[in-house]
């Protein structure tokens, strides 16, 4: 018997100039509204597993375990804190020595291993939330099935490219695209195949 593979997505806010983050890890140019957080409640609810580097677990697990529980956050995100506590995550890091947010399992070596196994296994989609080096390494393993880009209509001057790291050219197909009322876009694109 044939089973399809769980797709593996990459979800990336980027600047118009290629950066993912700001100086410092800066993360407040996010262009950010209700529109954009039902389209991530959406997608969240398409998905059943995150994979997460150290640095972007660290930074969900400071924030969303009691984002959900907090009555003066906006209806949206409390849903998003919800869906983020209740969903499995992976997390991959040779320097934490655990993990103590609900539903999440910490991963110390064997990454292609481990997320081959993931892709495997039933359940929705898995998507890889912010994480540049563990894109970056799953991307050019061949593992990342499909990455969506939203470029926020801002430059940002300095900070860490998208993609940094990379050692070999990756090209990507566009698939399609949408555009927010704030100004966001979100590309998707595919791995382009060798002819």
């Not at 044939?2 to 100086?23: C, H, Q, T, W």
């Not at 998905?47 to 969303?64: E, N, V």
């Not at 481990?114 to 359940?123: D, F, S, T, Y």
């Not at 009322?181 to 060798?194: P, T, V």
Request: positive net charge; glycine residues 6%.
């Amino acid at each position: 018997m044939n089973m399809a593979l769980r797709k593996i997505y990459l979800f990336m806010m980027v600047s118009l100039d290629g950066y993912f983050e700001g100086p410092k890890h800066d993360l407040s140019w996010h262009n950010v509204d209700k529109e954009f957080n039902a389209f991530a409640n959406r997608q969240l609810k398409e998905t059943s597993t995150l994979l997460l580097g150290r640095r972007t677990y660290q930074l969900f697990a400071d924030f969303w375990p009691a984002a959900a529980k907090n009555p003066r956050m906006p209806k949206d995100v409390l849903l998003t804190g919800r869906l983020m506590n209740k969903m499995k995550k992976v997390v991959f890091s040779r320097t934490l020595k655990r993990a103590g947010w609900e539903n999440t399992r910490l991963v110390s070596g064997g990454a292609f291993r481990e997320v081959a196994k993931l892709k495997r296994e039933p359940g929705k989609d898995i998507a890889i939330l912010g994480s540049n080096n563990l894109c970056v390494s799953l991307m050019e393993k061949g593992l990342v099935d499909e990455f969506r880009l939203m470029v926020n209509p801002v430059a940002i001057e300095r900070g860490t490219p998208l993609f940094k790291g990379a050692k070999r050219r990756v090209k990507l197909k566009l698939i399609r695209a949408k555009t927010f009322k704030n100004g966001n876009i979100l590309l998707y694109y595919q791995l382009a195949r060798k002819r």
